[in-house]
């Protein structure tokens, strides 16, 4: 059984930084790409980034490009985002999800196959 497990959401000040941890089972990372979304309420679940387990290669939507890295740890089967300079943006979901392919050619939610439940980040001025 495919699982995705996020933490590390939390509470942090504008301008700080936070990381999130994606703990992956039931799958090989070499057959997945796996990317982070958010969702603030009411808004669109949004694409923030994806790895490549075929090539390694990183991709960032703009609004967090410069400020954000997704990194992986094979060992632990877990993928990590890592966010500074967080802008006030308030309350957001952030989930962690997988499709079957090693290379990331799409940020759009609905073809991830798999999804974690969620942990939420909330920046506060």
């Known amino acids: 059984e495919v699982q995705l497990v996020e933490s590390g959401g939390g509470l942090v000040q504008a301008g700080g930084s936070l990381r999130l941890s994606c703990h992956a089972s039931?799958?090989?990372?070499?057959?997945?790409?796996i990317s982070w979304f958010r969702q603030a309420p009411g808004k669109e679940r949004e694409g923030v980034s994806c790895?490549?387990?075929?090539?390694?290669?990183?991709y960032y939507a703009d609004s967090v490009k410069g400020r954000f890295t997704i990194s992986v740890d094979i060992a632990k089967n877990t993928v990590y985002l890592q966010m500074s300079s967080l802008k006030l943006e308030g309350t957001t979901v952030y989930y962690c999800?997988?499709?079957?392919?090693?290379?990331?050619?799409?940020?759009?939610?609905?073809?991830?196959?798999?999804w974690g439940q969620g942990t939420q980040v909330t920046v506060s001025s």
């Open positions: 999800a997988a499709i079957s392919d090693s290379y990331c050619y799409t940020l759009t939610a609905d073809e991830y196959e798999y």
């Open positions: 039931g799958f090989s990372f070499d057959d997945y790409a």
């Open positions: 790895l490549s387990t075929g090539d390694g290669r990183t």
